[in-house]
């Protein structure tokens, strides 16, 4: 069995880690959470700041997936 680890994310991630984001608004649609306008996810400028601060995390396992 593999373990999950955190590390820091990486410049090539960001668009999975978009993509997930939007996967995360939708579950919480579906399950009745009130959204005040169009979701959409952090923009991949934003967040290739927060990776190159070292303030992106992600959750990964044994192959580093």
Do not use: K, W
């Not at 373990?3 to 668009?15: D, M, P, S, W, Y």
């Not at 959470?33 to 990776?51: D, I, N």
């Not at 190159?52 to 396992?61: F, H, Y």
């Amino acid at each position: 069995m593999n373990g999950v680890t955190i590390r820091n994310a990486r410049a090539g991630e960001l668009n999975a880690l978009r993509a997930i984001e939007m996967d995360a608004v939708v579950a919480l649609i579906d399950a009745g959470v009130p959204f005040p306008s169009e979701p959409h996810p952090l923009s991949s400028e934003q967040l290739a700041t927060y990776c190159a601060d070292g303030l992106l995390m992600v959750a990964i396992d044994g192959d580093d997936t």
